[in-house]
């Protein structure tokens, strides 16, 4: 019983990281497509340089937020394999090689490569039709 109470204690961080992940990937794809419609109404190219700073700092704290739901699912099935035997909920902090491998994690490369492309176009868009 109290095994099924620190699994279910994990578990919720697991999915509390998740619901958080899934925010960051709509705020940033909100954001984007309005800094660009604004871009391509305006006529500036400042606008997409700010676009593409949305969407490294999203993607970053998204593959940071990835990083950490992957190390409490470690920890979930070390409870479960019985490897941890106390209520630990800490972990070890993510580190930079880490973030960058969860970059390359099709759940962040495809929303955050294709919102790329889309103001490379835009950009491109800019540069030669003005």
Known sequence: MAEEAYLQM???VITRLSTQ?????TWCVTVTAALLGFGAKADTIVVVLIAFYVIV???ILDA???CLERAYRALYRDAVSQATASWI???DGPRI???ARALRSP?????YGSSFLA???VGAYLAFAG
């Open 21 to 25: 992940s899934t925010a960051v990937k």
């Open 89 to 91: 909920l800490t972990i």
């Open 10 to 12: 994990v578990q919720s």
């Open 119 to 121: 103001i490379l176009s």
């Open 107 to 111: 759940s962040v490369a495809l929303i």
């Open 64 to 66: 940071y937020y990835l």
């Open 97 to 99: 090689v880490d973030v």
């Open 57 to 59: 700092a999203f993607a």
